[in-house]
């Protein structure tokens, strides 16, 4: 059963900081990419960083740039969110994302998180 789980999540105050964690179990895969997106009560779902095994490119977006850092642990089959500085409108529910292939391939493959949440609050 693939799987991504994801932990992490909670109450900071602004300018706080916490570490998010996805750990992906039951496949075995060569290249793909792996990251982060967040959802916002009221507001589209938004990608936030992502990093590719092909090349190690790293994707974040403009909102985090500077803030956030994504990691991986390769042996653990695990990548981390590092959040700093965080504001209250990062406050959103975080949903862990792998991707292999393709959408129009017969070999895509596309794994789902059920979601942490982060809330940025005095």
């Known amino acids: 059963q693939l799987q991504l789980v994801e932990s992490g999540g909670g109450l900071v105050q602004p300018g706080g900081s916490l570490r998010l964690s996805c750990a992906a179990s039951?496949?075995?895969?060569?290249?793909?990419?792996i990251g982060w997106f967040r959802q916002a009560p009221g507001k589209e779902r938004e990608g936030v960083s992502y990093?590719?095994?092909?090349?190690?490119?790293?994707y974040y977006a403009d909102s985090v740039k500077g803030r956030f850092t994504i990691s991986t642990d390769n042996a653990k089959n695990t990548v981390y969110l590092q959040m700093n500085s965080l504001k209250p409108e990062d406050t959103a529910v975080y949903y862990c994302?792998?991707?292999?292939?393709?959408?129009?391939?017969?070999?895509?493959?596309?794994?789902w998180g059920q979601g942490t949440l982060v809330t940025v609050s005095s």
């Open positions: 990093i590719s095994t092909s090349d190690g490119a790293t």
């Open positions: 039951g496949f075995t895969l060569d290249y793909y990419a």
């Open positions: 994302n792998l991707e292999h292939g393709s959408s129009d391939t017969p070999g895509y493959l596309a794994v």
